[in-house]
């Protein structure tokens, strides 16, 4: 089945800078990469996905990449803000028992 | 407009004491339903999905139990807590496998 890999479990950044989120994956026949952000809580709610016939989508202050050849697809958030503080998980298709997550990065905004 | 509804949001529950937290979705048919634990306030360990009415897959062996009695609602039993069953529990659906999971806001349980 499909592995995820998350990096780093804890990220903390100055307000205004760009914060990166990593995963890797293992099943290279996987082709829905979804990010998810979870405020404290609460459940988890999608912010972007991506499919594996693109290589890079934006959406305002965030922006995911994928690598299908390395298997592995990023996060980015610029122009960090206070409200952006959570837990942020990475995904990839499971096959028939879904999304396989990883074990999330707990990103902390400094003022 | 679909929703998912989880509850309660929170619990106390003796060890011992049977569970049953419950799901429902609405403004769908036919959703694939999933229940995920997460503990220490990380990681999303998927428990058990289901594709029909009826039809559950468990992903790990455990104290807990699930059931889906009808097209959009599912549920999470056991019949007698263990501490270990501490958490927070997470109903999800998705249209089609592998497509945007929509969660509920969850369920802490404290087992004591």
């Known amino acids: 089945g499909e592995n995820v890999e998350q990096h780093p479990s804890t990220l903390s950044v100055q307000e205004g800078d760009s914060a990166v989120i990593k995963c890797t994956y293992s099943d290279s026949a996987s082709n829905y990469f979804p990010w998810y952000k979870q405020e404290l809580g609460k459940g988890p709610q999608l912010i972007i996905d991506i499919r594996s016939n693109v290589g890079e989508k934006k959406d305002q202050r965030i922006a995911v990449t994928l690598n299908k050849t390395a298997k592995h697809f990023s996060l980015h958030i610029t122009e960090t803000q206070p409200e952006d503080s959570a837990v942020y998980f990475c995904a990839a298709e499971g096959g028939a028992d879904g999304l396989t997550f990883g074990k999330g990065t707990h990103l902390i905004i400094q003022p | 407009s679909q929703t998912i509804h989880q509850w309660p949001a929170t619990l106390v529950q003796p060890v011992g004491s049977p569970l049953s937290l419950e799901c429902t979705v609405e403004?769908?048919?036919?959703?694939?339903l999933y229940w995920y634990r997460q503990a220490a306030g990380r990681g999303l360990q998927l428990l058990f999905y289901s594709v029909g009415i009826g039809q559950i897959s468990s992903e790990v062996p455990q104290n807990l139990s699930a059931s889906r009695p009808q097209d959009r609602q599912f549920i999470l039993s056991s019949k007698k807590l263990l501490l270990s069953d501490s958490g927070f529990y997470l109903c999800a659906w998705t249209a089609e496998p592998n497509t945007e999971a929509f969660f509920g806001q969850g369920t802490r349980l404290t087992v004591v």
């Open positions: 403004g769908t048919s036919n959703p694939n």
